[in-house]
């Protein structure tokens, strides 16, 4: 069986914060074609670190390594967009210009809110705007 391309590897990730330490010589490798689910209580670390991995934050220690070829999205635990903008699903899309609008459409698909689009950011419901 052939080995499959490591995409992320995480070794030995620590961060504290606020003296309190959030992530202990934390650890793993993700090749493709795996699904890691991370799975602890509030406060647990979890998204912070996503965070790490994505470089939104900075570990206190440790070394994380990135294929080349790796498409990383995230979505926040909540996102308000502001209600006085009035600007709809697909506009909001648009912002990002990196995003091909093949690719765009095609995740709509998948995610199930192609007949979103058009809709205004503020008319859609908690579970839609993860979506």
Known sequence: MPTSQTLISAHNISLSHHGKSVLDNVSFELKQG????????????????IKV????IKADSGDIKRSSSIRLGYTPQT???N??????VIGFL???QKVESCF???TALLT????LLNSPLKSLSGGELQR
Do not use: C, D, R, Y
């Open 83 to 88: 209600p006085f903008v009035p600007i709809s």
């Open 79 to 81: 996102f308000s967009p």
């Open 112 to 115: 199930g809110i192609e007949s």
């Open 94 to 96: 648009n912002l990002n």
């Open 34 to 49: 795996e699904f890691i689910t991370l799975i602890g209580p509030n406060g647990a670390g979890k998204s912070s670190l």
């Open 104 to 106: 765009m459409h095609e």
């Open 53 to 56: 991995l994505l470089g939104l």
